[in-house]
């Protein structure tokens, strides 16, 4: 077994303040044992590059190092030192200046660690919450959270390593960390050096980094997330500066992100929704159907479709936002943004409260029961729009809605949703309102969804599954006669009332907004209240008067002409049963649940007029009766001037206005009421008829006509069926009997009638009987024979006023060529009629593409009423060419089974958009 090495050959590195006292204690264990021998010399250190270290001994020294004695290791070698003659005790040394700077060397190795650890935690931090944000930099540099691991992660490494080797003397360690120092130093420089002269280039890659991602948020779903992330972080919103929003209303939209600078051109849209600030909201989201009193609006949550797809756009009325239809179409949220399903960034949810008097009688409450108010856009009109009064808002902000959404507080039973089938129509129809010339409110898209509700379309007591569907409308605003009758007191009648009744601060709260906001005209022109309250009833009036008489000149029937469905600017609101004329009667009535005929055709300026009335009433204080009274007074005279001179464009009588032309127009709807004549395409064809000439030419002409007009004009058995005495449904069987009486004595003892009654509606009873003795004796030849009789009689008269329009004039051909050009610009080629909708509708539930879109390709041509294309003459089908087919056993099997069977009933021939309806046609039925 290997002795232990000797004491005196194992190395020894003491320090320079304990030299000294090593060799003492050498010599003396010399001494001790062996007294003979003499002492070595004493050998020099010399000193180390590293402070606080002496380098090996030399060569010399280390051969009589090794020369010494084994007795080293006895009990006397272990001794300790003598110490020298007036040395000082240990504890009252001086301390040397390496003992201090080997201790601050480890207290700054600790505290290079103890930032490499700070580092490291900080890379992981970094890389746990701000990857989103570094992913957003336009700048290609490395990682800054990788940057940060890897640093702190060497700093917390080498510090560890300085620590020891100051602790250990270990000399390899200390030259390795000191040049890591060096290191370190010219990289911390370098880097502070780039972020000075640099700090720019980074904070526009940050920028212009942000700007991109804004732009092509939905095309990169990583850098779409990290936006996202971004904004709600921040609860703030822009690219460029920050305008954080601590409001709740704000704190809701955050999610969806609120930018300046939007990823998408709706989502760029920039709302200021006035109406719930200068009006009092209900802020309440509790879920159900309930009175709302001292509110003009109530929070709402829209509810989501289940897979929303777009049927169509109208790129027109979107244009009124500022958006294009291939931005929105393009954009995968677009559905869901315009379907409510998901919240437009700066929109406010929130649904209507208003009253209104439904069919004559006050119903209380009504309210926004499945249309959802998102917000007002702010947008600059185009040089296009400020050219056409209609398309322009008086305020320049565009109140938009989605009708469809769910339930508010005004759902009461339903369930706040809209079928595909009555979306279809609505779109359809406001914006061909639009392109007919007269004052609407507009459809920017229609959207409809896998979601499904039961409908009952026809009150039958057989329901089927329709698919949910949502309307985006837009208008200056849709507030109506009836958001006023929220204050009406007790109605005497129905023992109904407003919710808000009283509140007389909210109704001047309400007036004064409508006023400044949409009649700023009027607020500048009177600083008397009283005044300017009657100058807007005035307006109001004048619009509504205007309105009417267009709605009379295209065939139009509302269907549901409520004080709850009068918009308080003159605007055509709320498209439900609606209709256009086909075979002229002014009985006609669009709504089939409208069995008293109400809202018949011929009502509408009586109905409009009386709603007005209920407008004054219900502005109560705020508008004297007696300067109510008397605007009201003139109601009648503005329709009637109005509606007149449209006629007159109509026929063309554009130079001169003469008393004949009342006459005129009545004589000639007279005629087309005894022929059964189609009012559309009627009006089409009398720019056909040309003026005086040559009168075996004109002759030729005028027969070529009239055959054209007698092709328009209805069957016999149409005509039978239409002149079949109709009362009014009687209250109960005595009623019944009574008016039977009656009309059986008008027939024996016309004097005896005339004594008894003066009824209106007996004396259009009998007039529809009369002629009903009429056709009942005459065969399909005789009547047109007939209906000729009557047209050519009629368009002699229409061509002698015709002659007094070139009087007096260098130019006829000029004249002639004018008159049919107005004619042909006021004479709609094509209006919506039920069948085309229909076929639109059935189209739609077969599950056309978009591209492919029957209601879009329809709407292509409504957009154009007044000219003659391809698109209108395309054919709306072909009946029984197996277009149409469906599994039975499907949720719209039922329906295509029925329309199926009607449409192989039909004629075989194509119809063209603009063609006389079928005879199917009369039996669609809208409810």
Not at 661 to 670: F, H, I, P, S, T
Request: with cysteine; net charge neutral.
């Amino acid at each position: 077994m290997s002795s232990a090495p000797p004491y005196d050959s194992l190395p020894a590195r003491p320090s320079p303040c304990r030299a000294k006292e090593w060799e003492r204690e050498l010599h003396g264990a010399q001494r001790l044992s062996s007294p003979l021998r003499p002492a070595l010399p004493s050998i020099s250190r010399r000193p180390s590059a590293l402070p606080g270290y002496l380098l090996s001994p030399s060569r010399e020294y280390t051969d009589q190092q090794q020369r010494l004695s084994l007795s080293l290791c006895s009990e006397a070698s272990l001794a300790p030192p003598v110490p020298a003659v007036g040395a000082a005790p240990p504890c009252c040394r001086a301390v040397g200046v390496m003992p201090l700077l080997r201790l601050a060397l480890l207290i700054f190795s600790f505290l290079f660690w103890a930032a490499g650890l700070a580092i490291f935690t900080l890379g992981v931090w970094a890389q746990a919450s701000l990857s989103d944000y570094m992913l957003l930099s336009a700048n290609r540099y490395p990682n800054a959270p990788i940057i940060l691991l890897g640093t702190g992660a060497a700093v917390t490494a080498w510090g560890f390593l300085g620590c020891l080797g100051v602790a250990a003397n270990l000399p390899y360690l200390l030259r390795a960390y000191g040049f890591f120092q060096l290191a370190t130093l010219m990289g911390g420089l370098a880097a502070g050096l780039s972020g000075l002269f640099y700090r720019e280039d980074i904070a526009e890659g940050f920028r212009s980094g942000l700007k991109k991602a804004v732009l092509d948020y939905g095309e990169d779903e990583g850098h779409a997330d990290a936006l996202d992330s971004l904004q709600r972080a921040l609860e703030c919103c822009g690219a460029e500066e920050l305008q954080t929003d601590h409001s709740a209303s704000a704190r809701q939209t955050v999610v969806s992100i609120r930018m300046a600078q939007r990823v998408t051109p709706l989502q760029r849209l920039k709302f200021n929704n006035v109406a719930l600030k200068k009006l009092p909201l209900d802020s309440s989201l509790e879920p159900g159907s309930r009175t709302v009193t001292g509110a003009c609006f109530s929070s709402v949550q829209p509810q989501p479709l289940l897979k929303p797809t777009f049927v169509a756009v109208s790129e027109a009325a979107l244009a009124l936002l500022g958006l294009n239809a291939d931005d929105v179409l393009c954009d995968p949220h677009g559905a869901e943004c315009l379907s409510g399903s998901r919240v437009i960034p700066g929109s406010e949810p929130a649904a209507h409260c208003y009253c209104g008097h439904q069919f004559g009688h006050l119903a209380g409450q009504l309210g926004d029961g499945a249309v959802c108010y998102l917000g007002e856009v702010e947008v600059e009109a185009g040089a296009e729009q400020r050219s056409n009064p209609i398309s322009t808002s008086p305020c320049g902000r565009w109140e938009i809605q989605v009708k469809g959404a769910g339930l508010t507080p005004y759902s009461r039973q339903s369930d706040g949703r809209k079928v595909l089938r009555s979306s279809i129509r609505e779109f359809l129809c406001s914006e061909a309102m639009l392109a007919l010339g007269i004052p609407t409110t507009r459809a920017g898209s229609l959207v409809t969804s896998d979601l499904y509700v039961q409908r009952d379309a026809f009150y039958s007591g057989n329901p089927r599954p329709e698919r949910c569907s949502v309307v985006l409308r837009i208008a200056p605003t849709f507030i109506r006669f009836g958001s006023f009758e929220i204050f009406h007191p007790v109605d005497d009648f129905t023992g109904r009332h407003g919710p808000s009744v009283g509140r007389t601060d909210i109704r001047a709260q309400l007036l004064d907004y409508v006023i400044e906001t949409f009649y700023p005209e009027i607020q500048r022109r009177h600083l008397d209240r009283q005044e300017r309250n009657a100058s807007f009833f005035r307006e109001a009036t004048v619009r509504t008067a205007k309105l009417v008489a267009l709605w009379q000149s295209v065939g139009f029937c509302h269907g549901v002409l409520n004080t709850d469905n009068m918009s308080i600017l003159g605007l055509t609101i709320d498209y439900g049963p609606f209709g256009f004329m086909d075979r002229f009667d002014p009985e006609f009535v669009s709504n089939a649940s409208d069995k008293k005929g109400r809202y018949s055709y011929e009502a509408q300026p009586y109905v409009c007029r009386w709603n007005l009335a209920r407008l004054a009433e219900a502005l109560g204080t705020e508008l004297q009766s007696a300067k109510a009274g008397a605007i009201l007074d003139e109601f009648m005279t503005i329709y009637q001037d109005c509606y007149l001179d449209i006629m007159r464009r109509k026929l063309g009588l554009l130079r001169q206005q003469e008393p004949e032309d009342v006459e005129l127009v009545a004589d000639l709807l007279k005629t087309m009421h005894i022929t059964g004549a189609d009012f559309t395409n009627t009006f089409r064809l009398l720019s056909a008829v040309s003026c005086p000439a040559g009168e075996q030419k004109d002759r030729d002409s005028t027969d070529s006509v009239v055959e054209l007009i007698v092709e328009q004009c209805a069957s016999l058995e149409e005509l039978k069926v239409a002149n079949h005495p109709t009362m009014q449904p009687a209250r109960c069987k005595k009623d019944k009997a009574r008016e039977l009486m009656i009309l059986s004595m008008a027939e024996t003892n016309p004097g005896m009638f005339n004594m008894v009654t003066n009824q209106p509606e007996v004396t259009k009873q009998l007039e529809k009987i009369g002629r009903l003795k009429d056709l009942l004796v005459i065969n399909e030849v005789e009547l047109k024979i007939k209906q000729r009789d009557h047209w050519q009689r009629w368009v002699k008269q229409y061509r002698r006023r015709l002659a007094h329009e070139c009087d007096e004039v260098s130019d006829p051909a000029a004249v002639e060529k004018e008159r049919v050009r107005s004619m042909n610009s006021t004479n709609p080629a094509v209006v919506l009629r039920n069948y085309i909708a229909q076929n639109a509708i059935e189209a739609a539930e077969r599950g056309v593409i978009f591209q492919r879109s029957e209601v879009q390709q329809l709407l292509k041509v409504l957009e154009n009423p007044y000219s003659v294309s391809a698109d209108l003459e395309r054919p709306v089908w072909s009946a029984g060419n197996g277009s149409v087919q469906a599994d039975g056993d499907s949720i719209k099997g039922q329906e295509v089974k029925e329309n199926t069977k009607r449409k192989a009933a039909a004629d075989t021939h194509q119809i063209p958009y603009n063609s006389k309806p079928p005879a199917w046609a009369r039996t669609i039925c809208v409810t």
